[in-house]
């Protein structure tokens, strides 16, 4: 989803560093930034003629588009990677079975938990690589990533602060890519069927590219990757069968599995 149609504007007493951080998801969107002027955001909506409004206020930069709101937040994150350090199974992680000082790409990188997890396991030896084909989804991760600092544990700041972030279209950064570039590609696309029961994932429907994975996609993955290419799902997913996903791995109480295809 490009940025068009879109404004930036602040909260409705903005200090230097809100107006300064403004400006850059501006210029980032290539979207106007437009003055507050105590308006409401249904009602900056309508003044402007826009479809969303990406809003930098003293907490947070959040974007709201039909009544929803989008923001960064690792939450997830730091409870997978706390689970993780007392020895406990993270399912991803045993999918891609990520080492230290290996190289991943997330081919879908939307709010970018999935990568603060793989850049924990893999530590600073090691390098994930995000790609966001949504420019506001890209940009607000992109900040937060860079800067969320809100009472976190020191290695999962660290693990934040080393995502590479790509705003682009994943076929095409995967084409551009020479051959076994990282040793582990993953994708976890939205679900064909969404599970309902998952409040998180709401949200991020008004934002995230919800194309099927293409086959073609896949097949460049399988290409770049040294070792691995895995895909999140739904279990039971016709989606496994069809992008050629043989072997499916999950818990077993999980409503979520991942597809291994193994070089």
Known sequence: MDAAGYVVTTGRRPGPQELSLAAWFARRLCA??????????KALEE????????????????FYTGGVEVFFHPSM???????????KTDQMVKAMDLRPGEEVLDCTLGLGVDAIVA???????GRVVGV????????????GLGYYCDRLPREVLEAMRR?????????SYLKGLPAESFDVVYFDPMFRE????????GPLRALANDAPLARQAVEEAVRVARRRVVMKERRGSREFARLGFTCVQGGKSSPVAYGVIEK
Not at 82 to 87: H, N, P, R, S, Y
Not at 132 to 143: G, I, K, N, T
Not at 194 to 201: E, K
């Open 119 to 125: 850049s924990f396991v893999v530590g600073p030896a």
């Open 132 to 143: 966001e084909s949504s420019p506001v989804l890209a940009a607000l991760v992109e900040h």
């Open 32 to 41: 106007p930034l437009v003055p507050r002027e105590n308006l409401s955001l």
């Open 47 to 62: 003044k402007y003629g826009a479809r969303g409004v990406l809003v930098v206020a003293q907490r947070r930069a959040s």
């Open 163 to 171: 995502i590479e972030v790509i705003c682009g279209d994943h076929l």
């Open 194 to 201: 969404p599970l309902h029961r998952s409040p998180a994932i």
């Open 77 to 87: 994150a730091k409870l997978r990677i706390a689970e993780i350090k007392t020895g």
